[in-house]
Each structure stands twice: as C-alpha cells, then as structure tokens.
C-alpha cells in the first residue's frame, strides 16, 4: 500500500511538472507539439510500467499471507482434535481409575457415607448446643469432616468419637464459667455464667440463651413467669445439696417461646380504645364503691352506738329520728309514724346514693365488650377483604381486638355485680336498722297513749 501511494505522489509530480513546463515552454510548431507528446508519452510509460510492477508484486505477496494463514487454520483444527481426543480419553481414564478406587475401597466406601452423615448431623446438633457456648467452634472440624470427598484418616475417625463421647459427658455436667453476656440494649458485661447440661444457661439471676448464629450468650428479651425465674438466684448461690430449677427440656426452645408470650400489658393495649373504657368503668365502679362502704361503714357505726344510747340523740341518721321523736312526743300516734317515716325518707337517700351507679355500670361494661367484639370483626374482616387470608398476621389485630374486649367487659362486670350487691346489702341494712328503731319509738308511744 506504501509503494502504491508512493507511486502516485510521482505521477502526479510528474503531470505537474509537465504541466508547468508546458505552461512555460508552450510548443510553438506542430513538431515542437509532437515531439512533447512522444517525451510525455514515453515517461508515461515508465511510470506505468513502474506500477504494474508494485502491482504484481504486491499481489505476490498477498498470496503468500492467504496460504500461510491456511496452513495455520489447518494446524488449529488439527490441535483442537488432537485436543478433543486428549479429553475424552482423559474421561475414559478417570472414570476407570474412579471404578478401581471404588473396587479397592469395598466396604471403606459405605462406611465413609455413614461418617459423613453422622457428621453431618452431630455438627449441626454442636451449633445449637449450650455446651458450645463454653467450648465455641467445636463443629468446624465436624461439618469439614462431613463436607470431605476422600477417605478420613484413623485420626481423624478418632477425634470425632471422641468429640461425641465430650458431648455426651458435658450434657451431665452442672458447671460454671466466665464468658461475656450480651444485654437487651446491645451492652456486654463479662460474668459467671452457670450451664445445667446442654438444657439451660443462667446468669444474674436470669436465664440466657446461646445464639449459635452469632456466637454469643445474649439475655432474653422477655424472662418466663415470676415463679419460673425467682429460684435461679438461690439455685446460682448453692454450693452443695439440692436446690430447686426449672429447666428447659428442650434447650432453650421454650425459653424463646416464651419471650413471645404476650404480656398483660400487651393484652390491654389489644383491646384498643374500647378496652381502655372498659377499664376507666371497671376503675370508676370500684371507686364508688369503695366510696360507698366506707360511708356505709361509718354511717353504721355511728347507728350502732346511736342505738345503745336512744337517749342522747346525735348527729347520725339514728340520732336525727330520734330527734324528731323527741320534738313530737306529744303528737297522736299517726302523726308520729308519719314524721318518723319522713326522717326516715330523708336519711335514705344519703344511704343509697350513687349506687345505682355502680349497677349501671355492671351493665354497660360487657356492653362495651360485645363493641370491641363487633369493631374488631369488622376490621379482621376489612383486612380479609384487602388482604386475602394469606398472612394471619394481618388478621390478628381485629381478632385480638374482638377476643380481648370481651374478656375485658366480663371481668370488668363481674366485680361491678359483686361490690354492687355488698353495697346494696349493707345499705339496707342501715335503713332496715332505723325502720326497726322507728317502728320500736312508735309502738313505745302508743303504748304510753295508751295508758
């Protein structure tokens, strides 16, 4: 490509040369014109002549590239069936020393599938074990043990028994340890952990649980009953003899379980606003009621003394009939019953006020229940109708809404009933003690009338 670009600058220098020189020597005879066409001509020539030959050459020259190329081709494809035939013949051999390999085995092949499986499993009961918050990252030696393709050494045989026979003796230990326990709030606090066997771990008076996830001993969100949790500090604090535990026979399963049990607290906050009402009656009624029998006792207490001493009126219900009695004895016995039974009319209501209240509400309590009963089918229902019954999470709200409320007015109902029926009880009796004091003052008066 040079020699032909080369080539073409000449010729065109050449033509520009002639150009120029006829331009300055214009020929000026029909000789002179003939004989520059011949010069031209002939130096044409040459240059053409030139050109073919780069042409030929060069063209030489590309066939030579196209048949080494082709020779290359050729040796590439001989080289990838040569290739092609290594390999295969490569399989053939693989799998023949394969087949031998198990031939020498024999029964070495089964009983390397059953120490894989074996391990296998026991590395996945080491990651969740409470023992391996003691002794951390026993089962790495195991799950390579499980995951390997060649044969186990006899060592190596060994120390996986002897890992099942350390497991074994450590699940029949009660031990103690320091190790770090991670709170609630993410803070780590180094202490003396206690491990009952591969069932429980405690700390401070608490149990804690293993995370085999994140290798660490972390509290529980929510500790189980109070009475499940108040022996661990005198069990912790035992030194010798017997002392009283619960454990967890699924290792630290229900421990977890129970961080998810629902609290009092979280039951009230279920109930929603209606439940919160249900309380604020349930809290009202005990108020007046307690409200009431205190006035009641005292009310009573001033009667009882009021009836041991008739003659010196005071300022009490008893007293305030007898004061009546004593400004109308002179009166006939008619218009005395009618002053006492007024006395008597003014003193109840003092009595028996605001425990009709307390009734009232007794009633609208489960009312209020059977409220949040319907409001929260609805909204399980709307969230059905959005939702599908896919997830019952979604569900759970209106149903605990539905369910809790209905506890809730129940148990708010039943000590409004009881209060209201101990309130009402001792308000007749008081006013059955001055109707009984009355009708004594009037039957003394007739007597006296009488004779």
Do not use: C
């Amino acid at each position: 490509m040079k020699k032909l670009i080369s080539t073409a600058v000449v010729a065109a220098s050449l033509s520009l040369t002639a150009g120029m020189v006829s331009a300055a020597d214009a020929p000026k005879t029909i000789d002179q014109l003939l004989q520059q066409v011949k010069t031209e001509r002939t130096a044409e020539g040459k240059v053409n002549a030139k050109r073919e030959a780069e042409f030929k050459a060069e063209r030489g020259d590309k066939a030579s590239l196209l048949q080494r190329e082709k020779s290359a081709l050729a040796a590439e494809k001989q080289r990838g069936q040569d290739l092609n035939q290594a390999f295969i013949d490569n399989e053939r051999k693989i799998a023949q020393l394969e087949e031998d390999l198990k031939t020498a085995q024999g029964d070495l092949g089964e009983m390397f599938g059953v120490v894989k499986g074996e391990a296998g499993d026991f590395a996945g009961k080491l990651v969740g074990s409470n023992v391996s918050a003691q002794y951390p990252k026993r089962d790495v030696f195991i799950a390579d043990l499980g995951s390997r393709k060649q044969l186990p050494k006899i060592e190596e045989l060994e120390k996986f028994w002897q890992e099942q026979l350390f497991e074994m003796a450590e699940s029949g230990k009660v031990v103690k340890f320091e190790a770090a326990v991670t709170d609630i709030d993410g803070n780590v606090v180094n202490t003396t952990v206690h491990r009952i066997g591969s069932f429980n771990l405690t700390a401070d008076g608490k149990y804690v649980v293993y995370n085999p996830e994140l290798g660490l001993i972390q509290q529980l969100s929510a500790q189980p009953e109070g009475y499940q949790v108040a022996p661990i500090a005198k069990w912790e604090a035992t030194t010798s003899g017997a002392a009283k535990l619960y454990i967890d026979p699924a290792r630290g399963t229900l421990l977890n379980i129970f961080t998810q049990k629902a609290s009092f607290q979280d039951r009230i906050e279920a109930g929603g606003v209606i439940g919160y009402i249900i309380i604020g009656l349930l809290a009202l009624g005990l108020l007046i009621g307690l409200e009431r029998l205190l006035t009641l006792f005292v009310i009573g207490s001033k009667v009882k003394s009021q009836a041991k001493n008739v003659a010196n009126p005071g300022n009490n219900a008893l007293g305030r009939i007898l004061k009546v009695y004593q400004d109308n004895k002179d009166a006939d016995v008619e218009t005395l019953e009618l002053k006492l039974d007024e006395a008597i009319l003014k003193e109840t209501p003092a009595i028996e006020t605001r425990i009709s209240i307390i009734k009232v509400l007794a009633a609208i309590a489960p009312m209020m229940g059977l409220l949040g009963t319907v409001t929260g089918m609805i909204a399980t229902f709307q969230s059905i109708q959005l939702f599908g019954t896919g997830d019952p999470k979604l569900m759970a709200g209106g149903i605990s809404m539905a369910l809790v409320t209905t506890v809730q007015g129940l148990v708010a109902a039943l000590p409004l009933m009881l209060v209201h029926a101990i309130v009402v009880a001792r308000s007749k009796t008081i006013v059955q003690t001055l109707e009984e004091q009355s009708a004594g003052i009037i039957a003394e008066h007739a007597e006296k009338r009488a004779n």
